[in-house]
């Protein structure tokens, strides 16, 4: 059972439009969320990070919002850019310990 | 420095073979951790090592044996692995084991082949 989700694949998007990438979660004890980026032949890069006493986080152009209720999160970069295209991975823990990832999602951002 | 620095980038090892994966940081972290991740695959958890102490084994086999000799350094161990250990291992840091408001950073991987 698959305990966080991200439901798309692959998602492409225009330059300069938004992308917003999902994730489901299903244990109500998770607190603390993470949102890596993966280039190809690459480790994962921290990119952002939510705590759930909040329900919104501002880095630059990344922004992640958690609906705590619906056990979702997503994260929008806004303007996307060709440079943003990598594979995103959610992940999820309770108090910073013992991260569960999800599948990923491989963004594309089309010049 | 604000890296973790992996070697060797790549390793290819026999079935018999012992051999080590070595992960450095001079950031003051204080929680060190070992993933490992196969094609197409998020990076799966292995063990965390939080204050030179291991806090976390995910299950992980006999086979791999980590080791963290002072705060900066943390080793892997390898030996009698099998073709599907075959992966990319990935060694990360944070500021201590609550992850809290601190980000994770990662190396950049030493891309392991069992033959």
């Known amino acids: 059972d698959q305990q966080v989700k991200q439901n798309s694949p692959s998602l492409s998007v225009q330059e300069g439009r938004i992308s917003i990438l999902n994730c489901d979660y299903t244990n109500s004890m998770f607190d603390y969320f993470l949102w890596y980026k993966k280039y190809p032949a690459e480790g994962p890069t921290f990119l952002i990070s939510i705590s759930s006493i909040k329900d919104k986080n501002e880095d630059g152009r990344f922004t992640v919002f958690l609906n705590k209720s619906a056990k979702h999160l997503s994260l929008h970069i806004v303007p996307s850019q060709p440079g943003d295209s990598a594979v995103y991975f959610c992940?999820?823990?309770?108090?910073?310990?013992?991260?569960?990832f999800g599948p990923g999602t491989r963004l594309s951002v089309l010049p | 420095d604000t890296e973790v620095t992996q070697t060797p980038k790549h390793l290819v090892m026999g079935m018999t073979n012992k051999k080590s994966l070595k992960c450095e940081q001079h950031?003051?972290?204080?929680?060190m951790y070992w993933y490992k991740q196969k094609a197409k695959k998020p990076p799966e958890l292995m063990f965390v090592?939080?204050?030179?102490?291991?806090?976390i084994n995910e299950s992980v086999p006999s086979r791999f044996s980590p080791e963290c000799p002072n705060s900066s350094l943390l080793n892997l161990h390898l030996h009698a692995l099998q073709p599907e250990d075959s992966a990319l291992y990935l060694c990360?840091?944070?500021?201590?084991?609550?992850?809290?408001?601190?980000?994770?950073?990662f190396g950049s991987g030493t891309r392991l082949t069992v033959v």
């Open positions: 950031m003051g972290h204080r929680a």
């Open positions: 090592y939080s204050y030179e102490k291991l806090s």
């Open positions: 992940a999820a823990s309770r108090r910073g310990q013992n991260f569960v």
């Open positions: 990360a840091s944070s500021q201590d084991g609550s992850g809290q408001g601190v980000g994770y950073t």
